[in-house]
C-alpha cells in the first residue's frame, strides 16, 4: 500500500512541476468563456447547452496531460524499476489513474461554478453538474490513462490519444450531460459507466504497458 501511495504522490508531484494541474483547468475556463461569445446572449440557449458544454470541456481537459502518464516512465525505465520490486503493471496503471483523476477532477469542479455561472445556470442545474463530475470524472481518469497506455511510443501519440479516447468517452458525455438536464435515470448510468471504466481500465492500462515492455 504504501508503494502505491508513494507513485500516487508521485504522479501528482510531476504533474505540478509541468503544468498538468493548471493547464487543464485552464483549457476549460476558456471553452466555457468562447461558448457565449459564439452563442450569444440568449441566456435561455445557453442554460440548455451548459450540460454539453461542461462535460465535453471536461473531456478535453482530461484528456491534454495524457502524453505525460505512461509514455515517458516507459521510456526511461521507471516502470521497469517498479515491476521489478514487485508491483505489478494493473497496480501502476490504478496509482496512475488514482493520481490523474486528482490532478485534474478537484480543480475541475471549483471550475465548473465559474463555468456554470458563464453559462447562465441556475443553483440546481450548478448542484447536478457537481455530483455528475464527482460521479463521472473518474471515468475520465480511468480513460486517459488506459488511453495513455494504449498509444505509449506511438508517433504524434496525442493525436491518436484524442481518436482512441473521445469515442469510447461518449456514454459519459451523454449520461453526464443527461443527469445535468434532470434526465430520469441520467446519474445512475453516469455512474454504471464510470464504475466500469475504473474496474477495466487498470488492466487493460496494465496489459498495454507490459506488452510495450516486451
Known amino acids: 500500500m504504501s508503494g502505491f501511495l508513494t507513485l500516487v504522490a508521485r504522479e501528482l508531484r510531476r504533474a505540478w512541476m509541468q503544468g498538468g494541474l493548471v493547464l487543464p483547468i485552464a483549457f476549460f475556463l476558456l471553452v466555457a468563456i468562447l461558448f457565449p461569445f459564439a452563442l450569444g446572449p440568449d441566456s435561455a440557449l445557453l442554460a440548455r447547452v451548459a450540460g454539453g458544454v461542461i462535460w465535453a470541456s471536461a473531456l478535453l481537459a482530461a484528456l491534454l496531460p495524457v502524453e505525460r502518464l505512461v509514455a515517458p516512465d516507459l521510456e526511461n525505465g521507471t516502470i521497469d524499476q517498479l515491476v521489478v520490486r514487485g508491483m505489478a503493471d494493473a497496480t501502476i496503471a490504478a496509482a496512475k489513474m488514482v493520481g490523474h483523476w486528482l490532478g485534474f477532477a478537484p480543480l475541475l469542479m471549483l471550475a465548473s461554478g ?9 443553483g440546481a442545474a450548478l448542484v447536478r453538474i457537481e455530483i455528475g463530475l464527482l460521479i463521472g470524472s473518474p471515468g475520465l481518469a480511468a480513460l486517459g490513462v488506459a488511453t495513455a497506455a494504449l ?4 508517433r504524434g501519440a496525442g ?4 481518436l482512441v479516447m473521445l469515442p469510447l468517452a461518449i456514454p459519459l458525455l451523454i449520461f453526464g450531460a443527461g443527469s445535468i438536464a434532470a434526465a ?5 448510468l453516469l455512474g454504471a459507466v464510470s464504475l466500469l471504466l ?3 481500465a487498470p488492466f487493460v492500462a496494465g496489459l498495454a504497458m507490459k506488452l510495450a515492455r516486451d
Open 159 to 162: 493525436a491518436v490519444a484524442g
Open 184 to 188: 430520469p435515470g441520467a446519474l445512475k
Open 114 to 122: 465559474i463555468a456554470a455561472a458563464l453559462l447562465g445556470a441556475d
Open 151 to 154: 498509444t505509449a511510443g506511438l
Open 198 to 200: 475504473v474496474a477495466g
